[in-house]
């Protein structure tokens, strides 16, 4: 019987550290995102430096200062696409927006480091964010549902999907 309980627990253990390893990972290269948002026919990258009062807003939309000063892009017309990586716990995870006209278009879990929280990268939480647009003092015009066990990456992408909409407007009115 103790033989028994003793294999049903490390078999328990075993799929709970194997759904933990297989949560991390590479859902999509960066690089297929921008294409896939493109239509393969993706443009040259451009870049916009974090100074001044970007810098400052983007600041205050994270909580902190973006770890890079250059942040690429890419643009054809009205249209961005915004690969950006913030911490969710402890690791960067990799996010892509594609803003059209202001508003989110679409965005994917490109990368996810994280041992919790995976579920972010899932349809039900991303969908949420479609259609989605700044309102005053860079707030997104919806409310986004948390995930228990996932609360600091909620967190982490509310904030980048904040952060790409800002700089879609930003470089638009350039």
Known sequence: M?????????????LIWLGQISAKGVYQEPD????????GATPEPS?????GDVKKQIKEILGHRYKSIRI?????GN???WILERIGKELPITA???????????FRVLVFRESRGWEIRNDFF???FDGGHLVKKNKLDRKIDNITGATLSVNAMKKLSRMALYLHQHVISE
């Not at 870049?47 to 100074?51: E, G, Y």
């Not at 803003?99 to 679409?106: L, P, V």
């Open 2 to 14: 103790v033989a028994l309980l003793m294999r049903i627990v490390i078999v328990f253990i075993a």
């Open 32 to 39: 297929s995102f921008i294409s896939q948002a493109f239509n």
């Open 47 to 51: 870049r916009v430096l974090l100074k």
């Open 72 to 76: 690429p892009y890419w643009r054809e």
């Open 79 to 81: 249209k961005t696409v």
């Open 96 to 106: 892509g927006f594609v803003i059209t006209d202001d508003k989110i278009e679409n």
């Open 126 to 128: 991303t969908r949420q």
